[in-house]
């Protein structure tokens, strides 16, 4: 079992940065792939960002590629997502996601493929 902690979100200006962490606990996510998803209000939960179990492989949705960077230290049992050049849309809940799976290749946007779920931290980007 993976216990997810959230934190980080907030509230910033359009254009600007935040960072959001996942920590785990109760196992090491070592060995597992992870993505970030987020919820905007009246709207189903979409994939932001994936990275496999060593971090190695990377993808990101299409409206934040070259924005967002997700990354992870699987000895510190830690992900980030560093999002930049923030704008309106992206405000939602985000959730961290990690996998059973090492790799989820071709799947990594598909919500069902991940199993454990951090508690969702609000971002809120203002125009």
């Known amino acids: 079992q993976v216990q997810l902690v959230q934190s980080g979100g907030g509230l910033v200006q359009a254009g600007g940065s935040l960072r959001l962490s996942c920590a785990a606990s109760?196992?090491?996510?070592?060995?597992?792939?992870m993505g970030w998803f987020r919820q905007a209000p009246g709207k189903e939960r979409e994939f932001v960002a994936y990275?496999?179990?060593?971090?190695?492989?990377?993808a990101y949705a299409e409206s934040v590629k070259g924005r967002f960077t997700i990354s992870r230290d699987n000895a510190k049992n830690t992900a980030n997502l560093e999002m930049n050049s923030l704008k309106p849309e992206d405000t939602g809940v985000y959730y961290c996601?990690?996998?059973?799976?090492?790799?989820?290749?071709?799947?990594?946007?598909?919500?069902?493929?991940?199993?454990?779920w951090g508690q969702g931290t609000q971002v809120t980007v203002s125009s």
């Open positions: 109760g196992r090491t996510f070592s060995g597992y792939a």
């Open positions: 990275s496999s179990e060593s971090g190695r492989t990377t």
């Open positions: 996601a990690v996998s059973k799976e090492r790799y989820l290749t071709g799947g990594y946007s598909q919500l069902s493929r991940y199993d454990y």
